[in-house]
């Protein structure tokens, strides 16, 4: 890969990591003040490719690593996220005991942490899910099935879930985690593992066509907001689309970026997006908290964004403030956590 073509795919995870946070942000304001404000409109503009892309990107560079041996790759790809998954969750649990205590009792409260492990918590579950599609996705290479099976299942799950979620015409949602997100997302990051060469050629596409590819863009985000203002993106089939497009969109954009060398800040979010995404729940809601109560003068919509920008800045900084100390298992998994010696001994969340 070259230099310019691993800039774009850090833009691509600053982006998303953005918006994930942006969304979350959003929603807790509006939901706390019991109004919307204008950043609830770019949330909604975000919703079809939001994740779309963000799993994308996750299966981009399977292929280098799927037909490794089975130790080595549930080391990479499955313990190692569920070290982050269970540090996490136990520290988001350990931080919210007294109020769970109070609605449910200890008892109770012990019960809900133990269920975590099966239906994910919060904003975990990307983390979560990632780990299954990384096994499935290897399990099938290994019996032989053709991606275009796997990918033609990704596409039906995809479409009955829509159907499910926008007018009950199917078992979706289930209510499980696991069960609905699997069917939502998997045909997104399958997709981004069997044409990552057409991905990676079309960002380079976009880098040699500046011109065209804005003119794409245009018609892309003309197209994607007048179906989500006319209230049909969660369509089947419609859904599916406006993933797809959108996540090339991003695609589009980050390697624009990369021309520019102008969001370096974006790019370093996208090196850190697994640090941002699993610390961004703290900032977050002491920062929603905070301006929701000492600042009602500012608009819902500048308090999102304000959030939003909280959200995000707050683990970086946490992050920059303990990778040196004895707090780095935070973010570093250690070689305690490893199938295998670790090179070096402590791995990086991302």
Known sequence: MTSARIDWVDYAKGF????????????????AAEATGWMGHVVEFCRPFRMPDFFMISGLFLANVIDRDWRTYLDRKVVHFAYFYVLWVTIQFALKAPVFAAELGWQGAGLAYLAAFVQP???????????????????????????????????????????GASAGLSPFPTGAVLIDEFAARFVYFYTGYVAAPHIFRLAAWAMANVPKALSGLLAWGLVNGAVVAAGLSLYPVVSLALGAAGACAVILVSALLSLLHRAEVLRFFGQNSIVIYLAFFLPMGVSRALLLKFAPFLDLGTISL?????????????????????????????????????????????
């Open 16 to 31: 998303c990591i953005v918006a994930v946070v942006m969304m979350h942000s959003t929603l807790g304001v509006e939901k």
């Open 121 to 163: 918590f919060g904003t975990l579950w990307f983390i979560y899910m990632l780990p299954i599609f990384f096994v499935v996705a290897k399990a099938a290479r290994a019996a032989r099935i053709p991606w275009q099976i796997m990918l033609g299942l990704g596409v039906a799950l995809e479409i009955v879930h829509a159907a």
């Open 306 to 350: 304000m959030v939003t920008a909280a959200g995000v800045l707050g683990p970086v900084v946490f992050f920059l403030l303990v990778h040196n100390t004895r707090l780095a298992f935070l973010f570093r998994r250690p070689a305690w956590a490893h199938l295998r010696a670790p090179k070096p001994a402590l791995q990086p969340a991302e």
